[in-house]
């Protein structure tokens, strides 16, 4: 089979190391892959549809493989009448669509011949939402390579933050919006302070306009709370496996996400995570059995099992070195390429 995976927002950083791992993963011997990108599709510049439609008829393409609601338009459009299948990697709800936007999303997901979705429960949500087919649809992990996790560049968190030596460093990872909730870490932390423990909490991720509202209310609580000694902002980490293999624990709040993708890498590189109870994180997290989950929206019980793991931290280290492992095969992109095939396969013979 000759597929092509067709990515055109490179802000997604993740998928843009997904599509490299895929690409140059030496066990694809029953495919081949084929890459397009472009940084500036748009849905009106008619001339970048009829590249595409040039490219998959080039290279005698059988399945495009997307991986956000706008390329899979794009892709049917080019696609049309040619035979080729469009699988579309879905990584978000898209509730708050409008207008042609609502509408070109629930035409892609009536029209594309199969969705892969992150979680069960993304999966049986939308399903269920939109009256989909199960049958023509599928879960698959989102995959990570243990190769990135390990041929990292360290860079010391302490050292760049002058962080003393005495001080746990505690961290999450996300940009600010409601759905991450870190407004709920800063209050957690607000508590945490009292217990006489001696850390610092990193708060990774990106302010963006159309959230200007909510990453202001964090700064302001943040500043009204005294919260200074305690919580450094230090903007989008790019460099997760060194960020996330240096945090002695990784903190979640997740509200209504697909996939907890930083959950997923903090498992990897044998972080202790503490994430709220939800059913999405419960799943990724097999019911607890690797992570620490806390009662969402219940920031008392989100301190007291912070509070926990810090208390016992070297044991916990020791289960957080057990659950690295199965993770790295669970997650890993080993296993991301095996789902990918059996996939392909099957809307082949749609």
Known sequence: MRIALLHTNPYYQEIEDLILDIVSHPKN???????FHSADFKW???????????FLKKNN?????????????????AAKGLGIKVVYSSYFYHDDLKACYKW????????????????????????????????????????????????????????????D???????????????????NIMKMIKKLRKTGRNFVCLLSGEQNDENDAYFND???YYLLQGLDNYINFIGRRYDIANYMSQLDVFLYHSDNETVALPVMQALIAGANVVANDNEMIREI??????????????????????????????????????????????????????????VYSKVNKY
């Open 61 to 77: 393409i059988d399945i495009i493989h997307t991986y956000h609601y706008h390329e899979a338009f794009y892709a049917l459009m």
């Open 104 to 163: 070109m999303f629930e035409y892609v997901l009536k029209n594309v011949d199969s969705i892969i979705f992150q979680s069960d429960v993304h999966k049986d949500r939308v399903i269920a939402q939109y009256k989909l087919n199960p049958e023509r649809h599928f879960k698959l992990y989102h995959g990570f390579s243990p190769y990135r996790f390990d041929n990292f560049c360290y860079n010391s968190l302490r050292d760049e933050l002058f962080i």
């Open 29 to 35: 011997k029953d495919l081949q892959f084929f890459e």
């Open 44 to 54: 009106f510049r008619i001339r970048r549809l009829f590249q595409l439609r040039s």
């Open 285 to 342: 997290c097999s019911g607890g059995k690797y992570a620490t989950l806390y009662k969402s929206d219940d920031i008392d019980d989100f301190a007291e099992k912070t509070r926990m793991v810090l208390n016992d931290i070297e044991e916990f280290q020791l289960i957080a070195e057990t659950v690295q492992e199965e993770c790295r095969i669970i997650f890993g992109i080993d296993r991301h390429i095996a789902g990918l095939i059996d």
């Open 218 to 220: 964090c700064k302001y």
């Open 165 to 183: 030596d005495f001080k746990f460093v505690i961290g999450s990872h996300g940009d600010f919006t409601p759905e991450h909730g870190l407004m």
